[in-house]
């Protein structure tokens, strides 16, 4: 059975930080770029960060580019999401996705999530609030 499980969210005032981390199980992990996608009260599910299957080729949302940092450790099948200087516009629902085979990172930002995505976590909450 395939398992994707997010953790790490939380609430943090604005300026902080977060790592989010998704662990994986039942899929063969570096066969699928990783995303990270978001949806906030009353908007689409977007897409945030991808990273590709041997970690080499990072794609960022213009809203987080500068601020949050993608990796993926292949050993550990996890894949994270570093958050800094969060803001209130970040928060939202975050889950981690595994991308279908013939995808990658290239068509990530192009593509509609439920698309791209091949399996997703149940999500984590971020709110960033004073």
């Known amino acids: 059975q395939v398992q994707v499980v997010e953790s790490g969210g939380g609430v943090v005032q604005p300026g902080g930080s977060l790592r989010l981390s998704c662990t994986t199980s039942?899929?063969?992990?570096?066969?699928?770029?990783m995303g990270w996608f978001r949806q906030g009260p009353g908007k689409e599910r977007e897409g945030v960060s991808c990273?590709?299957?041997?970690?080499?080729?990072?794609i960022y949302a213009d809203f987080v580019k500068g601020r949050f940092t993608t990796s993926r450790d292949n050993a550990k099948n996890t894949h994270y999401l570093e958050m800094n200087s969060l803001e209130p516009e970040d928060t939202a629902m975050y889950y981690c996705?595994?991308?279908?085979?013939?995808?990658?990172?290239?068509?990530?930002?192009?593509?509609?999530?439920?698309?791209?995505?091949?399996?997703w976590g149940q999500g984590t909450q971020v709110t960033v609030s004073s």
């Open positions: 039942g899929l063969t992990f570096d066969d699928h770029s």
């Open positions: 996705a595994a991308g279908r085979r013939n995808y990658d990172c290239s068509s990530f930002l192009s593509r509609p999530a439920s698309n791209w995505t091949e399996s």
């Open positions: 990273i590709s299957r041997a970690g080499g080729k990072h």
